[in-house]
């Protein structure tokens, strides 16, 4: 364990990547700590001030603080995104040991759904879905969930195909274990590193799609300060007073790639070819 | 039904072919590969019954077969006096208890993310069989009996040795106080040193346990040692079956001769001057074995009515069985 971490932090992308998702879930648990502006304030008097030693990053065109929006927007942003992959994971988790394990007519009826889901690419099948629904962030959610779940389906059924070959599984049924523990508890550990690599990576996805979803209007509503809804009404004053939509979108890219470098070190990590 | 001679478990023609599935079958013909082809033996009370053959002669897939890891193509196997394919799944899991097995690889064969004491602790939750601590207790007992240290319980399979971890597959294998274990090479991956404490181990336990093996190995050094009697296996059939002295002193098979020939004599002084009459020839594919005698294109006394027929195993002499048309 502790060679481990000696293994990772030893990786400068990766260090920075975790203190900067510290920093962003620290964000989103206590606001308080890191502003006293409250993000919903309305302050016409100051409205589209640069940024100064007053406002950090600048005000709005409602003369909100920038800062404080993207710091109360960390809560919605990263607890949303880590929703949506939770679920995704755990959905498919299940439904691809099921199909992997059990094979033939169960194995192909679910391997045809996710086939079906697969079609579409991600985020147009996400913006069908919350068009259908209605505008608002929770169901954006559970588009986004619905999209992904048939992704860790397809891995973690590969998976379990590799792993029912091996002779500790053959063991396991020659002790007499049960077919839905073999699978919980002999399968899905060893599956384990493959899923939480994607995972890692698919949070610094679903942060972006979350954005995207909102940028375009499908997402959260104003004056929910969601990166993503404040680019949106951002946009057309990036002329004049960049701040405005910059901040927020340099912020999403940051957030998305700390996830992307701890991801791509824990699958350095996790690679049993890794020698040292 | 109980059986009441010395019988514990027997194999009345058993078949195993696997399909080998290819789309150009439905115009070519099915593929079929015979591994197992009609075998008859079987195994008393309290005995070691070795099993030897090439790589590929179908040995392990007659062990998996009477464990009912798989399901024969055809034949009966009995297993003390009932027929284990005429039970249910649920049945089934409860033979478990009466026969386990051995694996090869003591690599692999462990969950290398569970404790061994977890491992074998197991084996007792699947059957719902004691509390928690007694489960703890039998298996460090168990541990015990196999020469490692109980202590050892909360540690993962790597940090252990080969030979270590063959033993505690030992450990879980007799975890269910089976009657009959399936022994599938058991010391191949070991070491020379190791597999002789293995082998003894192996021999304690029998004695002390009242258990029954099927030792199935390829090394004809060591199937001497522990066996009472000896099966040779050729692509699928038995081709010869008697006790273990009787084998190696009056070989019939012609098979049989030259594979004790072919093992090595220790003294280099010895070996190097024996004539060897080296087996020649590759293994037939299993796809589409010889017509009659599967030997016969290895074989040196050979007759038209080797290709013609296939040799059924006979008895020739006190318990020797041998399936050869010169005999």
């Given at each position: 364990m502790y060679r481990s971490l000696k293994y990772f932090f030893s990786n400068p992308l990766a260090t920075i990547g975790v203190i900067i998702i510290a920093l962003f879930v620290l964000m989103s648990i206590a606001p308080q700590l890191f502003t006293r502006y409250d993000p919903y304030g309305i302050n016409t008097a100051e409205r589209l001030r640069p940024p100064s030693f007053k406002n950090l990053l600048g005000t709005d065109e409602m003369g909100r603080d920038v800062y404080s929006r993207i710091v109360y927007g960390s809560r919605l942003t990263i607890s949303f995104s880590v929703s949506v992959v939770l679920i995704a994971l755990a959905i498919g988790t299940v439904v691809g040991g099921i199909s992997g394990y059990y094979g033939k007519f169960v194995d192909s009826v679910i391997m045809r759904s996710t086939d079906i889901f697969l079609a579409f690419p991600m985020f147009v099948l996400a913006m069908a879905i919350v068009a259908a629904l209605g505008r608002s962030l929770v169901n954006s959610m559970l588009a986004l969930s619905l999209v992904w779940w048939a992704q860790y389906a397809r891995l973690m059924r590969g998976q379990v195909l590799v792993a029912k070959q091996e002779l500790y599984i053959q063991a396991a049924r020659a002790t007499g274990t049960k077919g839905h523990v073999i699978l919980f508890r002999h399968i899905l550990p060893n599956c384990f590193s493959p899923l939480l690599i994607k995972t890692t990576l698919d949070i610094s996805m679903a942060i972006l799609l979350l954005s995207g979803l909102s940028f375009i209007g499908l997402g959260a509503e104003p004056p929910t300060p969601e990166w993503g809804a404040i680019i949106t009404t951002g946009r057309k004053y990036l002329i004049g007073y960049w701040w405005y939509p910059t901040f927020p979108g340099l912020t999403i890219f940051m957030v998305s790639i700390a996830f992307n470098f701890v991801g791509d070190t824990l699958s350095d990590l996790l690679d049993p070819r890794r020698t040292s | 039904m109980k059986n009441r001679n010395g019988i514990l478990v027997q194999a009345k023609h058993l078949t195993k072919h696997y399909e080998v599935k290819r789309w150009m079958s439905l115009i070519t013909g099915k593929n079929i590969?015979?591994?197992?082809?009609g075998l008859n033996f079987s195994i008393l009370r309290g005995e070691t019954l070795g099993l030897v053959g090439?790589?590929?002669?179908?040995k392990s897939t007659t062990g998996r077969l009477l464990l009912g890891l798989e399901a024969p193509t055809s034949g009966e196997i009995i297993f003390d006096g009932e027929n284990i394919l005429h039970c249910g799944r649920n049945a089934l899991r409860q033979l478990k208890r009466k026969m386990q097995v051995i694996f090869q690889d003591p690599f692999s064969s462990l969950?290398?993310?569970?404790?061994i004491g977890s491992t074998i602790e197991w084996v007792f939750k699947n059957f719902d069989l004691y509390s928690r601590e007694e489960r703890r207790r039998r298996a460090a007992q168990l541990l015990e009996m196999v020469g490692l240290d109980s202590k050892s319980m909360n540690r993962y399979p790597h940090e252990f040795s080969g030979g270590q971890r063959q033993r505690i597959g030992i450990a879980r294998a007799l975890a269910l106080q089976p009657k009959f274990i399936v022994a599938?090479?058991?010391?191949?991956?070991?070491?020379v040193s190791i597999q002789a404490q293995i082998l003894n181990l192996l021999k304690d336990l029998q004695n002390e346990l009242g258990l029954t093996y099927l030792f199935i190995t390829h090394d004809l050094r060591i199937v001497k040692h522990v066996s009472d009697r000896i099966a040779v296996m050729y692509l699928g059939k038995i081709v010869e079956l008697a006790k273990s002295d009787s084998l190696y002193e009056s070989p019939k098979h012609p098979y049989t001769q030259k594979l004790i020939e072919a093992v090595?004599?220790?003294d280099p002084g010895i070996e190097l001057n024996r004539k060897g009459v080296l087996i020649t020839g590759e293994l037939p594919s299993p796809l589409n074995p010889p017509s009659g005698c599967r030997f016969r294109t290895r074989c040196e006394q050979l007759d038209p009515i080797c290709s013609r027929e296939e040799p059924l195993l006979k008895e020739t002499g006190e318990n020797h069985f041998v399936a050869c048309h010169h005999v």
């Open positions: - | 590969i015979r591994a197992v082809d090439e790589s590929g002669c179908g969950n290398p993310r569970m404790k599938d090479e058991p010391v191949s991956s070991l070491d090595p004599f220790p």
